[in-house]
């Protein structure tokens, strides 16, 4: 989740019934232990409607989420043990441009693993490398607004 969140943060969780909205940070479990990663898009599965998390720093979509499966929502970030708390990417227009910004990442490189590009040599790791960019970018401007 960097760099919204970064290791040692600390994490102010709403548990309970939390609708999980579009930009939340949602705390849900997975195969792979408590998974902490934002609500980039709903989507359909089976007649469900789920959300769809992603890491902000990372390139892939996590397999979709029911909501009831949501323990929680991250309401406020304190950098380090002592550090100031802050709701600024948890909540919020910066949280849902974050989103937005993440959900376009994970749709490009879904697109680059398409058959038709995933042929063309190096074009797979040209589009990873701007998707990165974009996000790296993104996130900069957002924490400093």
């Not at 769809?52 to 892939?60: E, I, S, V």
């Not at 937005?100 to 040209?126: F, K, N, Q, Y």
């Amino acid at each position: 989740m960097l760099p919204s969140l970064r290791h040692g943060d600390s994490l102010l969780v709403e548990f309970g019934a939390v609708e999980p909205r579009l930009g939340d940070i949602a705390v849900f479990e997975a195969p792979r232990g408590i998974v902490v990663h934002r609500v980039v898009r709903h989507v359909t599965v089976a007649g469900a409607v789920c959300i769809q998390t992603k890491g902000d720093a990372r390139l892939d979509f996590d397999a979709p989420v029911h909501a009831d499966d949501v323990l929680g929502i991250v309401r406020s970030v304190r950098a380090g043990a002592d550090g100031p708390s802050s709701d600024g990417a948890c909540t919020g227009l910066r949280a849902r441009a974050i989103a937005a910004v993440s959900a376009s990442v994970g749709l490009g490189e879904a697109w680059a693993r398409e058959p038709p590009v995933a042929r063309v040599p190096g074009l797979r790791r040209i589009g990873a490398r701007a998707a990165r960019a974009a996000q790296s970018l993104a996130a900069r401007v957002l924490r400093t607004a």
